[in-house]
């Protein structure tokens, strides 16, 4: 669904949402911000399926997807992108960072995790519990043995590439400027057990492959930025302009999602709502009954 406008090549924005679930409200307001704020300058709006996770995605949520945008009306520029078609660019990122000895294996299972966090080792981060960096202080020669033959996500040692990089700073059109500071979230999993790559590290390849000069996404990814920043830097990418939209959220103010079981953009679809009535509502600030901004 290609817009037939001249484009303004300095200015591109993406959406990229997640094909292992139906689209919901939250979707919709994420995607109108995104699109508003690329053709609002002339620039170009991408859409790109993060479908790394081969046990969750589905084509049919694919499907769903962009007969969602479609009745939204919202048109995306060029082809889709698909990350399940970029494997080899995350593996050599990851063997980039592997080589600067920034990432290391870590064993600790799920129950692990949970143990660490009842018995209060895991301090509350913004975006969640941080690691305790257990698997941090193994013997690298025994932790590389282990490695051979026990499963294994590979963590990114942020101290060490802090050092490396030191203090860096981003830009939020919305809030300011950021000092980076992603010790706050810990050392984070760059490749997972079960799937070629974490949302981390997958993203920041992929802005900047596809020449995003501006990130627009809500504010809960707003401290995940930080890492964000830091690969960037390690990795040599250009670091595009932020900016960080309000949520729309529930009457107990949660945000909208998959796992809330919120209500789905299809089921309105199907019924004959109209989805360009629905976003013209967003743009003048109105939302259905129970649904506010945060």
């Known amino acids: 669904m290609t817009s037939s406008v001249q484009l303004n090549p300095d200015i591109v924005v993406r959406f990229a949402p997640s094909p292992n679930g139906l689209l919901h409200l939250g979707h919709a307001y994420a995607a109108m911000m995104a699109h508003d704020f690329a053709r ?5 709006f991408l859409l790109r399926i993060e479908d790394i996770d081969s046990g969750r995605s589905r084509p049919e949520f694919v499907t769903a997807i962009l007969d969602d945008l479609r009745w939204l009306g919202l048109g995306w520029d060029g082809n889709v992108i698909f990350q399940s078609q970029r494997l080899d660019s995350y593996a050599a990122a990851a063997d980039r960072l592997k080589a600067l000895d920034l990432l290391y294996p870590c064993f600790c299972s799920r129950s692990d995790i949970r143990h660490l966090q009842e018995e209060g080792l895991q301090p509350e981060g913004p975006d969640g519990p941080v690691y305790a960096g257990t698997c941090r202080h193994l013997d690298p020669q025994q932790a590389r043995k282990r490695a051979a033959t026990e499963p294994h996500s590979w963590r990114l040692d942020v101290a060490k590439a802090a050092a490396i990089t030191g203090p860096l700073q981003w830009t939020d059109e919305r809030h300011g400027l950021q000092a980076s500071r992603p010790e706050l979230l810990g050392d984070v999993i760059l490749v997972p057990k079960e799937t070629p790559v974490a949302y981390h590290l997958a993203v920041t390849v992929d802005d900047a492959r596809d020449g995003i000069t501006h990130v627009v996404r809500g504010d809960d990814l707003f401290a995940s930025t930080a890492i964000h920043r830091l690969l960037q830097a390690l990795l040599g990418l250009p670091t595009p302009i932020y900016f ?9 103010g949660a945000k909208l999602a998959k796992s809330r079981g919120s209500a789905s953009l299809s089921v309105l679809r199907l019924a004959g709502k109209s989805g360009q009535d629905l976003l013209q509502d967003f743009r003048q600030g109105i939302f259905p009954v129970g649904i506010s901004l945060s």
């Open 40 to 44: 609002a300058r002339g620039g170009q």
């Open 244 to 252: 960080h939209h309000r949520l729309l959220c529930d009457e107990e």
